[in-house]
């Protein structure tokens, strides 16, 4: 698993597969990083929170793998 961000310039994660996702915000605005998730069919990253598609996505990460239960 990486800990970097990925353009997606580069790549694209698999489809419907949650992410995070980076915005840049232009102007006097934070940077926004969302869980989400990139929809193959309509090409198009979506928050996982609002199920709304997000514009000027930069970059993506794959979340970390959850705790294995001992």
Known sequence: MSDK????????????RSVELFRPEEGAGEDQIWRGYYSGH???????????????VTDWMPLPEPPKEP
């Open 42 to 56: 309509s090409e198009c990253f979506y928050s996982s929170e609002y199920e709304s598609p997000l514009d000027l």
């Open 5 to 16: 961000w990925i353009s997606v310039e580069d790549r694209l994660p698999e489809p419907y």
